[in-house]
């Protein structure tokens, strides 16, 4: 079966600075697997999505994922904070054969000025 | 920006109540999803479509029930509205394939007084 598990419920940085939001994930195909960012009292956007391409994958708002596959690991990371990046971050992954995406607990990053 | 649409956006609504939470979508998606999700906490399934006329209980047991009468159209409906049912109510689509992302609605918050 497949899961995911996102290593930080709380992540704090100060603007300017690095952000890294960690996933690791379990799966017995090669997975499809997403981050969605949710602003307060706001629906789910993609930021961008890993399909089997690239494993270096670039996504909105100057994020970007790296795939493992040695690792089993998607984080999510920016060179430099902003103070708009404060938000819940949710880690995905598509599921084998059902339609189902498989939604992790999700990670606040505080954004401090 | 993702043309997904739900009604109302806010609704408090006393104990004991009938309500329909709409959920609409104009990108022809055969996939169509209602996620349940308290504030601050992940994301659980409670509904699911494949296509018109098929319609499948997600992962977390809900007294809801789900309609797929048109493809573009998926509500939610509570025959009988609880306190325990107070929470935000968010409806997804995707064109159905794995490496395809879901597109999300603003979603409903609903309080049962």
């Known amino acids: 079966a497949q899961s995911v598990t996102q290593l930080d419920s709380h992540v704090s940085v100060s603007e300017g600075t690095p952000v890294l939001l960690r996933c690791n994930y379990s799966s017995s195909y090669s997975p499809s697997l997403f981050w969605y960012v949710q602003h307060p009292n706001k629906g789910l956007q993609l930021l961008l999505k890993y399909t089997s391409a690239a494993t270096l994958v670039k996504g909105i708002n100057g994020f970007e994922a790296e795939f493992k596959k040695s690792e089993t690991s998607f984080h999510l990371t920016k060179p430099s904070a902003h103070m708009s990046d404060a938000a819940e971050y949710f880690c995905v992954v598509s599921e084998i054969g059902t339609y189902k995406y498989i939604f992790g607990t999700g990670t606040r990053l505080k954004v401090l000025a | ?113």
């Open chain 2, 1 to 113: 920006e993702a043309d997904i649409y739900q009604t109302p956006r806010y609704l408090v609504i006393g104990t004991g109540k009938k309500i329909t939470l709409e959920c609409s979508q104009t990108m022809g998606h055969d996939k169509m999803y209602w996620y349940q999700q308290d504030p601050g906490m992940e994301l659980h399934l409670i509904h699911y479509s494949y296509g018109v006329n098929s319609t499948e209980k997600g992962d977390l047991s809900s007294e809801s029930t789900v309609s797929r009468i048109r493809t573009e159209h998926f509500p939610l409906t509570l025959e009988s509205a609880r306190p325990s049912h107070t929470s935000q109510y968010l409806c997804a689509s995707s064109e159905g394939r794995l490496t395809y992302e879901q597109y999300f609605g603003p979603g409903t918050r609903l309080t049962v007084t």
